[in-house]
């Protein structure tokens, strides 16, 4: 079971931190990701994170968003700063079965067993 937190409205430039409270059966080194659903377009993966805590970002938000997980919490993080209108989307994490995740960048849905109902997160002036 995932859940996640954090979302909410803020200007561009403004920071949020999203969590992701994780319970049940996902395993400590498995691969989790955030992907995010923007307003008419398809959901997408922004960030991943191995099992051995190496994360990925795809171009976009490189430099601005951090993915982290606490294993002694259960809970996986995004970190967002500098955010721009074109982040506003339902942001969701996702928890895989595997040890390595694949690319955000080249992710499917289906790639991932375990999800969150999703946060919004809105940024505007």
């Known amino acids: 079971h995932l859940a996640e937190s954090g979302g909410g409205s803020v200007k561009p430039g403004g920071s949020l931190r999203l969590s992701c409270a994780v319970s049940?059966?996902?395993?400590?080194?498995?691969?989790m990701a955030w992907f995010r659903q923007r307003p008419g377009k398809e959901r997408e993966g922004v960030a991943s994170?191995?099992?051995?805590?190496?994360?990925t970002y795809i171009d976009s938000v490189k430099g601005r968003f951090s993915i982290s997980k606490d294993d002694a919490a259960n809970t996986l993080y995004l970190q967002m700063s500098f955010l721009r209108p074109e982040d506003t989307a339902i942001y969701y994490c996702?928890?895989?079965?595997?040890?390595?995740?694949?690319?955000?960048?080249?992710?499917?849905?289906?790639?991932?067993?375990?999800w969150g109902q999703g946060t919004q997160v809105a940024v505007s002036a």
């Open positions: 996702a928890a895989s079965n595997r040890y390595w995740c694949p690319h955000p960048r080249d992710s499917d849905t289906s790639e991932y067993s375990y």
């Open positions: 994170i191995n099992g051995n805590k190496t994360p």
């Open positions: 049940g059966s996902t395993g400590d080194d498995h691969c």
